[in-house]
C-alpha cells in the first residue's frame, strides 16, 4: 500500500481572523480518514499548536519571549490534538500524537524509536499527527523566519517513514518561477526534477503572515526528498479533497520527483 505524508501549514488550520479553522480540519479528517480506507498509510504533519494556543488565550500578536511562546505551543498542541481526535474519531478513524525534534535524526537510537513508532501506528491502521515538540526544541521558534514551519521535519518524516510521497499543502496552489501574490505574470512549475539556483532565487520572497515557512523553505524540503529519491507535492490546502484528485493522478500543483 502506498504511504503518504501530508503536511498542512498553520495558514490551513487558521483563519485570517485567527479563529480555528474547524471547517478545514473537519474536511481534513473526513479526507485523511476516507484515504486510510481506500487502503493508503497516512502520516499527518500539523503546525498550527501556537495559533490555537494564541486563540484559546485571546492573544493577537505572538509574546515576545521563547519561553512564552513554548509554553503558548504546549496549550494549543493539547487543544490542537483534542480537535483532530475528535473529528478523526466522527470518521471512526484512530489518531496518534507523535512529537519530534529536528534533531530525532542524529541519535540512532531515537531515530529507530521513531521508525519503529511510526511502523507499528501505521500497522495497527493509525493515523500520526506529527508536530515539532516545541517545549523540547527552540530551533522552529527562535529562527522563526529562517527556517520553515514544519516544512523540514514533513520532509525529515517522509524520509524516516520511507514515504512514497510528502503532500505539501500551502496557502498557494504550487510553486511559480515568481512570487504570484506580487507578480501576476508568474507561471507555474508543474514537474521538477532538480532544485535550481534560478529557482532558489524565485523562492527568495518570504511568504504569509501566520505560516512561517516560505516557499524557500518548501524548496529545502523538496531537496530532502528528491535527495532521497522520494517524491513532493506541493498543492493548495485550500480544500482537503484536492487530495483525492492528485491521488487519482490528476496534474496539481508542482510535483518534484
Ligand atoms: P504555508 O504556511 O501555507 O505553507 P507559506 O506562507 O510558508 O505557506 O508559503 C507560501 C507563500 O510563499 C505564498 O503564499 C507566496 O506568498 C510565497 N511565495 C514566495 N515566492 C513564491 C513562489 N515562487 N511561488 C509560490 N509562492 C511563493
Known sequence: ???????????????????????????????????????????????GAIGVGMKLLGLDKRPETIAKQQAI???????????????????HQQSAQVLLTRDV???PTSRQNVINTFEELLTMGVIPI???????????LDHLTKFGDNDQLSAIVSNLAQADLLLMLSDIDGFYNDNPHTNPEATLYSHI?????TMEKAAGDKGSVFGTGGMMSKLKAAKRVLDSQS??????????????DILEGKEIGTLFS
Open 193 to 197: 526534477t532538480e532544485i535550481t539556483t
Open 1 to 47: 500500500s502506498k504511504r503518504l505524508v501530508i503536511k498542512v501549514g498553520t495558514s490551513s488550520l487558521v483563519l485570517p481572523n485567527s479563529e480555528i479553522n474547524l471547517r478545514a480540519i473537519d474536511q481534513l479528517a473526513f479526507t485523511l480518514s476516507s484515504l486510510r480506507q481506500a487502503g493508503y498509510e497516512v502520516i499527518l504533519v500539523s503546525s
Open 231 to 244: 517524491q513532493m507535492i506541493l498543492a493548495s490546502g485550500k480544500d482537503p479533497a484536492i487530495l483525492f
Open 105 to 107: 535524526t542524529d541519535f
Open 73 to 91: 505551543a504546549a496549550i494549543g498542541q493539547a487543544e490542537l490534538i483534542k480537535i483532530y481526535t475528535q473529528r478523526f474519531a466522527s470518521y
Open 130 to 140: 506529527v508536530n515539532e515538540n516545541d517545549s523540547v526544541s527552540v530551533d522552529e
